[in-house]
């Protein structure tokens, strides 16, 4: 897919682009954001905390490293 990204000021309510080669002769998807609201920050989402009291309450007991069945079970690997 190839794309186009550009700035540019309206001029009585009209954009004109210049359409390299290739685009030129197929139908096209024209989005149009205002470039002040996309170069704004975004505010930053206050994150969920879990309880302390949790801390310290899961203890993993298997090695979640090593497949869970042998290899001999699989049937894509035949």
Known sequence: MEALRF??????HQL???LPPGL????LE???FPADDQLA???PVARLKP??????TVI???DLITPACPEE???ALR
Do not use: C, F, K, Q
């Open 7 to 12: 700035i540019a000021e309206p001029i009585n």
């Open 16 to 18: 004109i682009i210049d």
């Open 24 to 27: 030129d002769s197929r139908r």
């Open 30 to 32: 024209v989005i149009v």
């Open 41 to 43: 920050a975004p505010e």
């Open 51 to 56: 309880s302390p009291r949790l801390a310290g």
């Open 60 to 62: 993993l007991h298997d």
């Open 73 to 75: 079970d699989w049937e």
